[in-house]
């Protein structure tokens, strides 16, 4: 088959479309033929050496995947061939989750195999390419927001990097749930889209302290919840933004992942730092977001696809900041 590997850790150029042996499914397995498989800022971190999550060389990654299964191993009774799935990439093990895409090879491929138990069937009404956006992205705002953040109707999210795919996922999935939205981005023309996404509020963060302009939006209170992407570099501003028993979830460092902390504030206007992983999320989730985006209640946000043999370019647009939601490979 052909896939996108790398032989070494580096910039997009170590990326290889090249033939690959076709992978051999075990008994619980089963071989899916990708029809698309989405990227994530994850790809960028494990392709240039930087993830905490440790891959061994050559690697394929492609996290997000979905297509058709094509065969199935022999203990496999409940998934048929044919079956339209997504795939969840968190395989449970006794020692932790392990992921498709960066303990095995992952969805930049014609094929992948993954434990039969991972492929879940989607309906007719959802895309491949719209499916390929939901594990990592959705899952992650869903499991945040609600299972982490125990977001309530009514309540105010801050919501940063929303022209990511994991920010875009995250002002769609709290107004579904009956938040007040206030997104931030860094530039204007992001900012435009967002609101489309149904944000009630948006700062630039380039150009504006969005401490100040949360102040401004919420009448000096505050919000509840604050989902953020960045990290370090904005750990100050978010203590500021947070009302009293606030919550933050910290979900990406791509601004940093250590500063000093100062204890004092978040004792005494009682505020919870909180950790998301979506590798701990559980599959309830994944179904609630295949369902709402049948229902046409979530919309995902897809700015560009390309071909699979063009992944470097496809992963140079992440880098470079300038897409709006999601980047989708066909093979
Ligand atoms: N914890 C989890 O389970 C989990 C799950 C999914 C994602 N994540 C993390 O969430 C973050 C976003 O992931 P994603 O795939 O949604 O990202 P993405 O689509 O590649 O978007 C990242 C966006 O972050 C913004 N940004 C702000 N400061 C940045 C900086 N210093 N460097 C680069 N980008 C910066 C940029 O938007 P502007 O141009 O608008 O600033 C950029 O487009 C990553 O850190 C990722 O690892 C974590």
């Excluded at 994991?166 to 999935?173: D, F, L, M």
Aim: aromatic share 6%; net charge neutral; hydrophobic share 40%.
């Amino acid at each position: 088959m052909k896939a996108i590997r790398f032989h070494e850790f580096g910039e997009v150029e170590v990326l290889k479309y090249e033939d690959v042996p076709d992978p051999v499914i075990g008994d619980d397995e089963v071989l899916v033929r990708v029809k698309a498989a989405a990227l994530n800022h994850l790809d960028l971190r494990i392709r240039s050496g930087k993830s905490p999550r440790p891959v061994d060389l050559p690697h394929i990654g492609g996290v997000d995947i979905a297509g058709d299964v094509e065969a199935v191993g022999k203990n496999v009774t409940d998934v048929k061939p044919g079956t339209k799935v997504v795939i969840d990439p968190t395989v449970k093990t006794p020692k932790g989750p392990m992921v498709v895409g960066v303990n095995f090879y992952g969805g930049f491929a014609e094929y992948v195999k993954v434990p039969a138990v991972n492929a879940v069937p989607i309906p007719d009404e959802v895309s491949y390419d719209d499916a390929a956006t939901l594990p990592i992205c959705y899952v992650t705002a869903w499991y945040g927001l609600f299972d982490r953040g125990n977001m309530q109707k009514g309540e105010t999210v801050l919501v940063h990097a929303a022209g990511s795919g994991t920010g875009s996922a995250a002002v769609q999935i709290a107004k579904e749930g009956g938040a007040f939205v206030i997104a931030t981005a860094g530039s204007d023309e992001k900012l435009e889209k967002v609101k489309k996404l149904g944000a009630d509020a948006t700062v630039n963060y380039n150009t504006h302290d969005f401490a100040e302009e949360v102040k401004r939006i919420t009448e000096g209170k505050g919000v509840d919840v604050i989902f953020d992407q960045i990290g370090a570099s904005i750990w100050e501003n978010n203590l500021k933004s947070l009302k009293m028993q606030g919550r933050i979830l910290l979900v990406g460092v791509v601004g940093g992942g250590q500063t000093t902390f100062n204890f004092g504030p978040v004792i005494v206007r009682d505020l919870s730092v909180l950790g998301v992983t979506v590798f701990n999320a559980p599959r309830s989730n994944l179904i609630n977001v295949i369902n709402l985006v049948s229902l046409g209640r979530l919309r995902p946000v897809i700015d560009k696809r390309f071909p699979l043999s063009e992944a470097a370019s496809a992963q140079k647009l992440l880098e470079d900041r300038s897409q709006f939601g999601k980047v989708v490979l066909n093979p």
